[in-house]
């Protein structure tokens, strides 16, 4: 029997794990419910079948899991509402970014399952990197969790010291890839294309070298090398590249993310 999920805070990210839970079929609809103070906002998932509230207690009460997806700030007044609710039969997972399993258990003053995730947003499309780590879990619990999430996209273990560097890494790095698919267009559009075609050309050029490296496994370097002709035009723009710091850069970006979540 499939366990009912609770999804706290319906916004983007809790919508978007729960339309993606729908189409993976991981759970039926009548399996799922999902809260936030405006409901109206989640009629386009009741449409489909999923059970809507804006009551916490009694989602958290019917269900078997929860996932809390509410902004950072707003986590500790949720907590304090639903601890009551919550036992050591019901698997917990936040996918708050910056809140710690410890200052989790402080609010809720008791031991079950504790996980946290750090998706991305491509989750609404169920191709998520989903970084999880937890404590006090089984096994079963364990890989219940990362199944649910395999469902979503791909799945990681870390450890909870690695969340914020997961944040950048992960998250944010959907805002950099982006960005390079961007610059791409740009460049395509200024050697002919419309932009409609350059964003093609450039998304999918993208999509498709990353399947390379998850597929094959290979190192980047490896596959740079198939395209990268002795006098060829690939070396000569690669290298023009790295002369105006492209690598450096994105290093440089990283770390001045990670800087700052660290710092904040
Ligand atoms: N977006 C991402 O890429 C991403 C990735 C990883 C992690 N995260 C984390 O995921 C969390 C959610 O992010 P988001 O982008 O989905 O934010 P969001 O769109 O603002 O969603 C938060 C939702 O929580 C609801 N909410 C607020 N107070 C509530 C309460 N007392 N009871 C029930 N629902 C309540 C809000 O709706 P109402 O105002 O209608 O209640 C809102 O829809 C954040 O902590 C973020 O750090 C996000």
């Known amino acids: 029997m499939s366990k009912h999920i609770a999804i706290i805070g319906g916004g983007n990210l809790g919508s978007a794990i729960a339309e993606g839970l729908l189409k993976s079929k991981f759970n039926k609809p009548s399996e799922i419910t999902i809260t936030r103070r405006n409901t109206v906002a989640l009629n386009f998932l009741k449409e489909k079948g999923i059970l809507i509230t804006d009551d916490n207690n009694e989602a958290v009460q019917k269900s078997d899991v929860v996932i809390l997806a509410v902004k950072p700030f707003q986590v500790a007044d949720v907590l304090t509402e639903?601890?009551?609710?919550?036992?050591?039969?019901?698997?917990?997972?936040?996918?708050?970014?910056?809140?710690?399993?410890?200052?989790?258990?402080?609010?809720?003053?008791?031991?079950?399952?504790?996980?946290?995730?750090?998706?991305?947003?491509?989750?609404?499309?169920?191709?998520?990197?989903?970084?999880?780590?937890?404590?006090?879990?089984?096994?079963?619990?364990?890989?219940?969790?990362?199944?649910?999430?395999?469902?979503?996209?791909?799945?990681?273990?870390?450890?909870?010291?690695?969340?914020?560097?997961?944040?950048?890494?992960?998250?944010?790095?959907?805002?950099?890839?982006?960005?390079?698919?961007?610059?791409?267009?740009?460049?395509?559009?200024?050697?002919?294309?419309?932009?409609?075609?350059?964003?093609?050309i450039a998304a999918q050029t993208v999509k498709g070298s990353a399947e390379l490296l998850i597929q094959t496994g290979r190192h980047p370097e490896q596959e740079i090398d198939k395209v990268t002709t002795p006098k060829g035009c690939t070396i000569a723009g690669l290298n023009e590249m790295e002369h105006r710091g492209f690598s450096s850069s994105l290093i440089r970006g990283v770390v001045a993310s990670y800087k700052k979540i660290a710092k904040d």
């Open 82 to 200: 639903i601890k009551n609710k919550l036992d050591s039969s019901k698997i917990f997972i936040s996918v708050v970014t910056g809140v710690t399993i410890s200052e989790i258990e402080n609010i809720i003053q008791q031991k079950l399952p504790l996980f946290r995730a750090m998706p991305n947003t491509a989750i609404a499309i169920q191709q998520s990197m989903t970084c999880i780590c937890s404590k006090d879990a089984t096994t079963k619990e364990v890989d219940y969790v990362n199944d649910l999430f395999d469902k979503l996209g791909s799945v990681v273990t870390i450890d909870e010291k690695l969340m914020e560097a997961a944040t950048i890494l992960g998250a944010c790095g959907i805002a950099y890839a982006l960005r390079f698919i961007r610059a791409n267009i740009q460049g395509g559009i200024e050697i002919g294309f419309d932009a409609a075609t350059a964003s093609l």
